[in-house]
């Protein structure tokens, strides 16, 4: 018996609430992508109860899970995100009658680290990267990575879109996002052609009924992870030859920092950066308003400082 297997057969005695949740998420409009991460989650959270009844979980075991969970190195972001799926998996028991209290409310989250510069990649870096995007499947790559490096979308949200969302003739483009909300995003000229051309040559999924618009070579949705790998191959390639110390841990999601970034050093204002980027807080996007030591340097050389004769 594997680890997954080790890890399921411990928590069969909850299957029913698993089921529950599952059910819950896909009816409250969850998408795949964080169905499949709280379920994770709360399968890891059920499973260190070792077999004690659900009657008997108090906050002091959620408590006790995101100890261990944090002692193992997670984040906080990480650990943050775990307190959440197991929030969530009770106040799913609680709607559909299964539970009466919720165990994991009243927990603080961790504190994220401020002040903690997002990796990104500035204009002229950008333009190298997608230079590095080859393969068989180029264009279709070279479209995925410009909409997260020009148009900010997550990289779950790339996987989730379908053919439908995209108006051409519009040049706008419908993501549906965090906290299960629409966004019509503007797709710049240049991004519009590759896009059609990409849409155009998609891969013809095996499914009649597909409308994935990006599809794997297997005919089927292209997954999160495949993105991820796929960037990262990219990452490496557009990095070979630094020395190790010298390459950054460049990640799909960093094109998204990118594209904050860029956005506000061309002067964009904070509020439509993020509507453009999904943000429910506008406190989210401040973390990409950090100034880089050039900048600083910058600032301070225009100051006209007379200094006394000594």
Same mark, same amino acid.
């Given at each position: 018996?594997?680890?997954?297997?080790?890890?399921?057969?411990?928590?069969?005695?909850?299957?029913?609430?698993?089921?529950?949740?599952?059910?819950?998420?896909?009816?409250?409009?969850?998408?795949?992508?964080?169905?499949?991460?709280?379920m994770s989650d709360a399968q890891e959270f059920l499973?260190?109860?070792?077999?004690?009844?659900?009657?008997?979980?108090?906050?002091?075991?959620?408590?006790?899970?995101?100890?261990?969970?944090?002692?193992?190195?997670?984040?906080?972001?990480?650990?943050?995100?775990?307190?959440?799926?197991?929030?969530?998996?009770?106040?799913?028991?609680?709607?559909?009658?299964?539970?009466?209290?919720?165990?994991?409310?009243?927990?603080?989250?961790?504190?994220?680290?401020?002040?903690?510069?997002?990796?990104?990649?500035d204009e002229s870096d950008l333009t190298r990267f997608? !230079?590095?995007?080859?393969?068989?499947?180029?264009?279709?790559?070279?479209?995925?990575?410009?909409?997260?490096?020009?148009?900010?979308?997550?990289?779950?949200?790339?996987?989730?879109?379908?053919?439908?969302?995209?108006?051409?003739?519009?040049?706008?483009?419908?993501?549906?996002?965090?906290?299960?909300?629409?966004?019509?995003?503007?797709?710049?000229?240049?991004?519009?052609?590759?896009?059609?051309?990409?849409?155009?040559?998609?891969?013809?999924?095996?499914?009649?009924?597909?409308?994935?618009?990006?599809?794997?070579?297997?005919?089927?949705?292209?997954?999160?992870?495949?993105?991820?790998?796929?960037?990262?191959?990219?990452?490496?390639?557009?990095?070979?030859?630094?020395?190790?110390?010298?390459?950054?841990?460049?990640?799909?999601?960093?094109?998204?920092?990118?594209?904050?970034?860029?956005?506000?050093?061309?002067?964009?204002?904070?509020?439509?950066?993020?509507?453009?980027?999904?943000?429910?807080?506008? !406190?989210?996007?401040?973390?990409?308003?950090?100034?880089?030591?050039?900048?600083?340097?910058?600032?301070?050389?225009?100051?006209?400082?007379?200094?006394?004769?000594?």
């Amino acid at each position: 018996m594997n680890k997954l297997e080790r890890w399921l057969s411990s928590v069969d005695e909850y299957r029913d609430e698993l089921d529950a949740f599952l059910i819950w998420m896909k009816d409250a409009g969850y998408t795949s992508h964080t169905q499949k991460s709280y379920m994770s989650d709360a399968q890891e959270f059920l499973a260190s109860l070792h077999g004690k009844p659900m009657s008997a979980v108090k906050k002091f075991h959620v408590v006790s899970f995101l100890s261990s969970v944090r002692e193992r190195g997670v984040s906080d972001a990480t650990r943050n995100r775990k307190h959440a799926s197991v929030s969530c998996f009770f106040k799913a028991l609680i709607d559909l009658e299964l539970h009466t209290d919720n165990p994991a409310t009243g927990i603080k989250k961790s504190k994220m680290e401020k002040n903690r510069v997002p990796v990104y990649l500035d204009e002229s870096d950008l333009t190298r990267f997608l !230079q590095h995007v080859d393969g068989k499947y180029k264009l279709r790559n070279l479209s995925l990575f410009l909409l997260m490096g020009y148009m900010g979308l997550r990289v779950g949200e790339v996987h989730s879109l379908n053919l439908n969302d995209y108006n051409a003739e519009r040049r706008t483009l419908s993501v549906y996002g965090k906290g299960r909300k629409w966004r019509s995003l503007p797709v710049p000229e240049v991004v519009a052609g590759v896009l059609s051309q990409a849409v155009e040559d998609r891969l013809e999924p095996w499914r009649a009924k597909e409308n994935a618009m990006f599809t794997s070579q297997k005919g089927r949705r292209i997954s999160i992870r495949s993105i991820q790998q796929i960037a990262a191959e990219t990452f490496d390639r557009f990095q070979e030859g630094l020395p190790e110390a010298h390459r950054q841990p460049y990640s799909s999601h960093k094109l998204r920092h990118s594209f904050a970034t860029l956005l506000l050093r061309k002067g964009a204002d904070l509020r439509t950066v993020q509507e453009l980027l999904g943000h429910a807080s506008i !406190q989210t996007t401040t973390i990409y308003t950090h100034i880089t030591n050039r900048e600083k340097e910058e600032a301070v050389a225009r100051l006209d400082i007379q200094i006394p004769q000594f």
